[in-house]
Structure formats: structure tokens, C-alpha cells
């Protein structure tokens, strides 16, 4: 099996795996005020204090969540008021809370992307109180002029979010030289456990809770707190500092060489994103007159593990509304999968790969032509 998914999930890391095991001993509550509580503190404070240093942040600035989803939703919630830009391109989890808050009366303006996937947003509307621009797109991979997005989004008085799940680990992060306020993190794109995220809430802000109860996180995620994924998302953080450069360059030459092989081998396809800055491991490619659903269980019954991106899931393929931003036709977005590579992927099988590819695609058409 040759896994080219690694936007939807890692594996988890050696180091990762080791840490938690270590960790798995330390069993007290951090809000216990005894010996067995305070382990687990200290061991709380130490993951956050790493996963905040990873993003230029301080340590008070962070907020552990369940994950990306959850971050994304609390950053909504807490700072929408009752106009706000978001857009077009961004995650489920962040498109989502702005279309339930529009619901019920705020002004939601969505932000366009161009052909190549990038996001314009100079044009901020006046009044707006967030605006929230990703860092890097889970489908193709293009990362965003997030820089640009903040200082528009500042002159227009607006506070400023970015969903980094997609980045992080792949490209450096410095919140301050980003300029970001709000900031969301997933720890299982960075190869540690799924079940963790992290809101990055500027000092000076105050995020809003989802629920009610106890104290935890700033009140604003209550519920007794994972020690073990916070250290296994610290390490993860840690390791990612230490081997992002040398992993990318690596897993950029991996994928030049994937799109070189199938656009050599397969005619009729196109990249989306191409030409745009985008992360190393990530893409998007279109297989004109198919579809992606059967292109994608038949490249799994051959060993090749790929999707259609996020919005897809077995029982509901939807053409990606990123590529549909992007101008692409229904069926043109219903053609195209993503190939995601990650720290494990070798070179044997990105050939392997492409050679799947080309023959799952040529015996499609064979058949449906
Ligand atoms: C860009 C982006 N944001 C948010 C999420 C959601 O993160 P999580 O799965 O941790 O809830 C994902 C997951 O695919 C993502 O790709």
C-alpha cells in the first residue's frame, strides 16, 4: 500500500510514539493541587509552552482543543460580531460557524480566489470585526498571502485568523511576523495522535467558549485536559522545528517528480495550483471526463491511497468548492484528486505511483469512452 493521503492524517511520529509512552505514567488532573495534580501540570505547561514557541507565541496565548475543527469553530463564535470576511477556499470547519452565524444575522462577505487558488483580499469591507484567510488550502496545497490579508484586514479595524492546520510543520510559522491575532493549529497533520489542536488567541483577546464548566484552558475549553496529546503535540512541534527544512526540500523534489511522471504518462490532466507558492507535499490534479470517486476507490483497489479532498467522504462526493472557487467546471472539480506526501514517502513509490495512476486512468477511459 503506498499512502499519499498525509493531508487528511499522519502517522505518528517514532519520537512522538516514545514521548507519549514516557508520558503515559504522569496520570494526575492538572488542577489537582497534590504532588500526583502537579506532575501533570508541569507537564501541561511544558507542552504548551513548546507548541507556543513553535508559532512565536506565549505560552498563555495558547488554548488546547480537540483539534482543528473545534479552534476554528471557538475563533468564529468568539469574534465574529456581526460582520465578517472569510474566504471562499477555507476548510468545512471554518466555512461552516460562518454560515450558521449568518443564519442568524451576520453579515458574512465572502473573500474570492483567482485561477491559481490564491486569495484576494484587499478588498475588506468596512464594519467587518474578523477576517479569516488560511494559511496554506488542504486541497491544493497554495499558500495564502496571509501577510497581506492581516494588514488589510487591520485597516479595516478587523481582527485577523488564520487557519494554519494545513502549514504548520511545513512552512515556518512566527505569529508576530504574520501579524495573525487568532491562529488554529491540528496537531494530527504534524505526525502526533488526532484528539488535539491549539487555538492561538493574541494577548489583550478573549476567545468565548463553545461549552460550559470548569476553569481549564482560560474557561474557554473546559474539561479535564489530555496531558498525553498535549506532550505527544509538543514533541511533535519539536520535531518538526528540528526537520521541517531538510523533510520539505525532500518531499517537494518527491512531488515535482509524482506530477512530472503522471503528466508525462497521462494526457488530459492539469494541476491545480500550479504556478502558485504552495506547500511541498501537496497535489491536486484534474483527470478530465472522470470521476474522481471511482478514480479514487480504483486507485485504492490498486494499492494507492489518495482523495478527493476534504469535502469528500465515501457517502458524499461533492465537487471541492476550492477548485469551483478557483473557476473550475462541476465536473472538472469532481475529476480531481489530491495526492498528499509526507515524511515516509520514498522515491520507489511515488514511481509506483505514477505508474497506477496511468494505468487506472488509461483503463477508466478504455471503459467510459
Ligand atoms: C485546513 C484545515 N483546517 C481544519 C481542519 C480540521 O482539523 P481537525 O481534523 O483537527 O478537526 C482540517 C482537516 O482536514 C484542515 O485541513
Known sequence: MIYLDHNAATPIAPEVREEMLRVLEIYGNPSSLHEEGQKARSLLDESRAKVAAFIGAFPDEIIFTSGGTEANNIAVHSF????????AI?????????????????????????????????????????VSVMLANNDTGVIQPVRKATEAAHAAGALFHTDAVQAAG???????????????LSAHKMYAPKGIGALFVRRGLKASPLMQGGSQEKAVRPGTESTVLAAAFAKACETAEKRMEKDEAEIARLRDMLESLITAKVTDCRINGLGSPRVSGTSNITFSGLKGDSLIINLDLAGLC??????????????????TAMGLSDGDARASVRFSLGRGTTEEEIVRAAETVADTVSSMRGKTW
Open 80 to 87: 465574529a460580531g456581526s460582520s465578517a470576511a472569510v474566504s
Open 90 to 130: 477555507e476548510h468545512s470547519s471554518v466555512l461552516k460557524p460562518f454560515e450558521y452565524l449568518a443564519a442568524k444575522g451576520v453579515r458574512v462577505h465572502h473573500l474570492p480566489a483567482d485561477s491559481g487558488g490564491i486569495v484576494s483580499a484587499g478588498n475588506i469591507p468596512a464594519g467587518v470585526s474578523l
Open 170 to 184: 511545513k512552512i515556518r510559522i512566527n505569529v508576530r511576523e504574520l501579524g495573525a491575532d487568532i491562529l488554529t
Open 306 to 323: 489518495v482523495s478527493g479532498g476534504s469535502a469528500c467522504s465515501s457517502a458524499d462526493f461533492r465537487p471541492s468548492h476550492v477548485l
